[in-house]
């Protein structure tokens, strides 16, 4: 059985996140969808309970989908959960620098593989922080997200 561990903030889902996902569900035997947070500092807009409730309703079509929370080292949750490798999504150059550094650090300290997927270019400019600047100050952000995380924006900006 293979599994595999994305990661992310999740701050909320978007359809970015989505597009992985959906992809990687029909990869993988089990897709465990991590949401790593530091429990000594409170940082962005929602609640880890919120943001796994709305993984999970986002993401109740896919039997093979789970989502779960994680503190500490990536490489540790990957151990955790007993998956075979991380699943990270790529956007851009940005990302690459990024992402290639740490997939360097979690193989060199845990031993632990990362895969990157290309983002879909209509997805790639899609991103967390993105919507809840666009949502907070009132412009169109609704077909960035599943209706979950809508639900949830709205009601968290008292809307
Ligand atoms: O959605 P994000 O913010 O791009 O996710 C980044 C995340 C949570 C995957 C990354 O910050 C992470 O792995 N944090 C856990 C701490 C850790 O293991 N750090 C060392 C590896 S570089």
Same mark, same amino acid.
């Given at each position: 059985?293979? /599994?595999?561990?994305?990661?992310?903030?999740?701050?909320?889902?978007?359809?970015?996140?989505?597009?992985?996902?959906?992809?990687?569900?029909?990869?993988?035997?089990?897709?465990?969808?991590?949401?790593?947070?530091?429990?000594?500092?409170?940082?962005?807009?929602?609640?880890?309970?919120?943001?796994?409730?709305?993984?999970?309703?986002? /993401?109740?079509?896919?039997?093979?989908?789970?989502?779960?929370?994680? /503190?500490? &080292?990536?490489?540790?949750?990957?151990?955790?959960?007993?998956?075979? +490798?991380?699943?990270?999504?790529?956007?851009?150059?940005?990302?690459?620098?990024?992402?290639?550094?740490?997939?360097?650090?979690?193989?060199?300290?845990?031993?632990?593989? /990362?895969?990157?997927?290309?983002?879909?270019?209509?997805?790639?400019?899609?991103?967390?922080?993105?919507?809840?600047?666009?949502?907070? &100050?009132?412009?169109?952000?609704?077909?960035?997200?599943?209706? +979950?995380?809508?639900?949830?924006?709205?009601?968290?900006?008292?809307?």
């Amino acid at each position: 059985m293979r /599994t595999v561990l994305y990661p992310g903030s999740f701050d909320p889902v978007t359809y970015g996140h989505m597009d992985l996902i959906e992809r990687a569900a029909k990869m993988f035997d089990r897709v465990i969808v991590g949401v790593l947070y530091n429990p000594d500092k409170r940082s962005g807009m929602f609640e880890i309970e919120e943001r796994l409730e709305i993984l999970r309703k986002a /993401t109740a079509h896919l039997e093979n989908v789970e989502a779960r929370a994680f /503190t500490g &080292l990536l490489v540790d949750a990957v151990r955790q959960c007993g998956a075979d +490798a991380v699943l990270r999504g790529l956007r851009s150059n940005a990302d690459a620098d990024i992402e290639l550094q740490m997939a360097r650090i979690n193989r060199e300290i845990g031993g632990v593989e /990362t895969l990157m997927m290309a983002s879909c270019p209509e997805k790639s400019h899609i991103s967390s922080s993105m919507v809840r600047q666009i949502a907070a &100050l009132g412009g169109k952000y609704e077909h960035m997200v599943p209706e +979950a995380a809508r639900d949830a924006l709205e009601k968290a900006l008292g809307r």
